[in-house]
DNA sequence: GTGAAAGCGCTAACAG
DNA sequence: CTGTTAGCGCTTTCAC
């Protein structure tokens, strides 16, 4: 199977390089026989075809990239990585894609990275992971005109295209949730100020006191950094608001600020109540289990790399921009089932 | 910047194609002032190498995979690919290589990751995770001569090359800590017993026992999955035989059984001492933080490129094996400061 | 429906 | 030290 060519499998099956071509690439002009001769060579033979060869001459590689860049730093911490890459490779292999990873950890591999991913020749695509506002690195991409979708919305989302969960619905309605409940002092662990998702969650969270006729107390909302620490801490800061429900941008933080509610010597949800963001494996066996966000990581994933196929074999205009539902699981900690 | 070839450049700076080519290859023989000259018009025009062409009149593609097989489902629970994916992800970057990811999901993705991976015209060299005992996939791999890099030791490691952390010597020194801080009923929860990691730590515990003169019970061998449900599960198993001390081999167990340990109204360590594995970010929040083995799973990573690097451009044989040592972390959730 | 022929953009002898 | 010349293995007009 080695250094077998098409040329090979032309002379075993008594045709022309074309035709053996035209076989493999499903075209429609080969008589039913003889595609039939050529697919039992290939079959016996073990034919291949190289796939440099093929990307030099169709100009088509049949790769996409998926680039993360130096500001998702939460790529070692969070499980929403592993979940995103999971849909996008199993999609990469239902459509007969190979997706190579980008992975910037530094300013230099970053110049290095987007030289090498920024050169048609390599890649058909471009998925990149939205990070901080402002990631430099996005918007050479983005002006790179190679497809490109952008996971998460985008700071300034330009004529791009990229794919996004309604974060500002999904805060909406988890804070929804406690408003009906009957608590009165709700307080959020935010995002990072810089981020979207935890922006575009403090919205809703906003949004939802606003339309039910809560007002806003500053005290209330203090900034996270989505990790388990940064929860931690963030309840001590709000402790001394006394907040009697608090909504969390992300299940690390919820279960963070769980241990600090504890330790505090109060009860969940009794004096506490607390929603996540997230719904991370092991939130379900959290004391009390925690009610939460759940969003389509794998789907998203799935749909971003379709997203970028389309983009891909039909053109990058207009750009596509596509948003996710989520789903508010409910559970103990929220204090639902207590009040029923 | 689009279809720029070497020719182009070639002509701008009054040379011919092949000083361009050498000037792009680092190869010595160019006269210092045509390098410079031709250096300049690279760098005003932005010239970028085919990546198609090079790979075709080459055959080398500078490009390995990262291949995850069926069996490593622990992939998206387990916080060990995301530190192990940076880590090959950093040494690519460093050798010039794109790494390709290739994630294994069903039957049919095995058979076509399989073909695509193994034609030596898309990758330079494969880094695969070794998974279950028997892992089909791995020994086609193997048997298809790419140059090959096995993460973990292999169930038969034939004349493979590999990469481990030395994990029989890591759980001895754990389990001797153990013994050395006098505990006398000292359990284990293993991984599960088709897989090497759990099967080497399971090693590590019996030698320990055994070479320090400890009978060995079986009741206090509980068999796990490496994860926190497992581990919980585990305990529960094991409580009827009274261990007053336990090494587990994840630290996810270790969390999982310190659950059951509160909930069964026991004290750590007073009651039950516990040493985990891994050494995960949030192990030493808990309560109380745990002991645990920490493994370098960066390293771990990038030195698996670089053997692999080394097989690509030195060939196969003979076999590369490293194994790495690891680091016992002591902290509160093993008693050693309590005893003092 | 099929074959011939011209590349795709680069590397690597081989001359000189 | 530099240029000429063949390819690398495939796709894709263009004739037939």
């Given at each position: 199977?080695?250094?077998?060519?098409?040329?090979?499998?032309?002379?075993?099956?008594?045709?022309?390089?074309?035709?053996?071509?035209?076989?493999?690439?499903?075209?429609?002009?080969?008589?039913?026989?003889?595609?039939?001769?050529?697919?039992?060579?290939?079959?016996?033979?073990?034919?291949?075809?190289?796939?440099?060869?093929?990307?030099?001459?169709?100009?088509?590689?049949?790769?996409?990239?998926?680039?993360?860049?130096?500001?998702?730093?939460?790529?070692?911490?969070?499980?929403?990585?592993?979940r995103l890459t999971q849909g996008i490779a199993q999609a990469?292999?239902?459509?007969?894609?190979?997706?190579?990873?980008?992975?910037?950890?530094?300013?230099?591999?970053?110049?290095?990275?987007?030289?090498?991913?920024?050169?048609?020749?390599?890649?058909?695509?471009?998925?990149?992971?939205?990070?901080?506002?402002?990631?430099?690195?996005?918007?050479?991409?983005?002006?790179?005109?190679?497809?490109?979708?952008?996971?998460?919305?985008?700071?300034?989302?330009?004529?791009?295209?990229?794919?996004?969960?309604?974060?500002?619905?999904?805060?909406?309605?988890?804070?929804?949730?406690?408003?009906?409940?009957?608590?009165?002092?709700?307080?959020?662990?935010?995002?990072?100020?810089?981020?979207?998702?935890?922006?575009?969650?403090?919205?809703?969270?906003?949004?939802?006191?606003?339309?039910?006729?809560?007002?806003?107390?500053?005290?209330?909302?203090?900034?996270?950094?989505?990790?388990?620490?940064?929860?931690?801490?963030?309840?001590?800061?709000?402790?001394?608001?006394c907040p009697d429900a608090i909504f969390a941008a992300s299940?690390?933080?919820?279960?963070?600020?769980?241990?600090?509610?504890?330790?505090?010597?109060?009860?969940?949800?009794?004096?506490?109540?607390?929603?996540?963001?997230?719904?991370?494996?092991?939130?379900?066996?959290?004391?009390?289990?925690?009610?939460?966000?759940?969003?389509?990581?794998?789907?998203?994933?799935?749909?971003?790399?379709?997203?970028?196929?389309?983009?891909?074999?039909?053109?990058?205009?207009?750009?596509?921009?596509?948003?996710?539902?989520?789903?508010?699981?409910?559970?103990?900690?929220?204090?639902?089932?207590?009040?029923?």
């Amino acid at each position: 199977m080695p250094g077998l060519t098409l040329e090979d499998v032309a002379r075993q099956a008594g045709v022309s390089r074309s035709t053996v071509s035209r076989v493999i690439n499903d075209h429609p002009n080969v008589r039913e026989d003889v595609r039939k001769r050529v697919q039992d060579v290939i079959q016996t033979t073990g034919y291949h075809p190289n796939a440099a060869a093929r990307t030099l001459a169709s100009q088509r590689s049949w790769m996409i990239g998926l680039v993360l860049p130096r500001s998702v730093s939460s790529f070692f911490t969070d499980p929403y990585f592993p979940r995103l890459t999971q849909g996008i490779a199993q999609a990469c292999n239902q459509y007969n894609y190979t997706l190579g990873l980008f992975l910037v950890s530094t300013k230099e591999d970053e110049e290095e990275i987007f030289l090498r991913v920024s050169r048609k020749s390599l890649l058909d695509g471009i998925l990149v992971q939205s990070g901080h506002t402002g990631d430099e690195l996005i918007d050479r991409l983005v002006n790179s005109n190679i497809p490109l979708v952008i996971a998460g919305r985008p700071s300034q989302p330009k004529n791009t295209s990229y794919i996004d969960v309604d974060n500002v619905n999904a805060a909406f309605s988890a804070v929804s949730h406690l408003v009906r409940l009957g608590y009165r002092r709700i307080g959020t662990i935010t995002g990072p100020a810089n981020n979207t998702a935890g922006i575009d969650r403090k919205e809703g969270y906003l949004r939802a006191l606003t339309e039910r006729g809560r007002s806003v107390d500053p005290s209330l909302i203090v900034e996270g950094d989505f990790t388990e620490e940064g929860g931690y801490y963030a309840f001590q800061t709000m402790k001394a608001a006394c907040p009697d429900a608090i909504f969390a941008a992300s299940d690390a933080m919820a279960i963070g600020a769980m241990r600090a509610i504890h330790e505090a010597g109060l009860r969940i949800p009794d004096d506490v109540a607390i929603v996540g963001f997230d719904d991370l494996p092991t939130v379900k066996l959290a004391e009390p289990p925690l009610t939460t966000v759940r969003q389509p990581v794998y789907q998203f994933g799935f749909q971003a790399v379709e997203i970028l196929i389309d983009l891909i074999e039909n053109g990058i205009e207009p750009p596509r921009r596509v948003m996710m539902a989520t789903e508010l699981v409910i559970r103990d900690s929220c204090g639902a089932s207590r009040r029923k």
